[in-house]
């Protein structure tokens, strides 16, 4: 197909927008060559040859990003549900179930507190290890920290017994260290 009969159909209606974009990022026609056929196209309807193109009101406009935005949320919510529901599957609870334990910590951490937030600090259904049974909600810090004690009451009662009797030490610097106040360890 030549230039000109490009620049025909293009004219006439025969061809749309994007079949002529499609042409120019083929490179079967240039970047002038583009710019011309639009030309010719915009004075052919400045002529009356041509119909005008449809343009939108603000309103239209408006209304047509609006839904667009609305589709995005909806996408954004059922991207949320799915990962909710993918773990909520994984141990046997239903989405309602597992949004009721988060709501039941008050969306904070079982552990820490610290709140859970969406991108950063998502909540991990704690479960032990010998009977599967779930225990709550952590952080994933608290989480990985009791899985690296293996659940062991004896390393964590010890791992309790090391962090508060270190300020008590005579042989260790003071200087380094904080005072007991604070300390998180529960009185």
């Known amino acids: 197909m030549t230039f000109e009969e490009i620049k025909r159909r293009y004219v006439a209606d025969e061809m749309t927008a994007a079949e002529l974009k499609a042409l ?12 011309d056929i639009r030309i010719a196209a915009v004075k052919a309807e400045q002529a009356g040859k041509r119909k005008p193109r449809a343009r939108l ?23 949320l549900n799915s990962m909710f529901g993918s773990r909520a599957y994984r141990w046997g609870l239903t989405v309602a179930e ?5 709501q039941g910590q008050d969306y904070r951490c ?18 032990c290890h010998d009977t599967g049974r779930i225990r709550g909600l952590l952080c994933r810090d608290c989480n990985l920290g009791l899985g690296y004690f293996k659940d ?12 508060t009797g270190a300020f008590a030490r005579p042989n260790l610097p003071t200087a380094a260290c904080l005072p007991v106040d604070d300390c998180r360890v529960p009185s």
């Open 152 to 163: 062991n009451i004896q390393s964590l009662d010890a791992a309790m017994s090391y962090v």
């Open 98 to 102: 597992l949004q009721a334990m988060i």
């Open 24 to 35: 120019r990022w083929d490179k079967i026609i240039s970047v002038p060559q583009y710019a």
């Open 110 to 127: 079982g552990i820490c507190r610290d709140p859970f937030h969406p991108q950063s600090r998502r909540p991990e259904i704690d479960h």
């Open 57 to 79: 009101s603000k309103a239209e406009l408006r209304e047509r990003q609006n839904a667009r935005r609305r589709q995005e949320i909806e996408e954004i919510k059922a991207a």
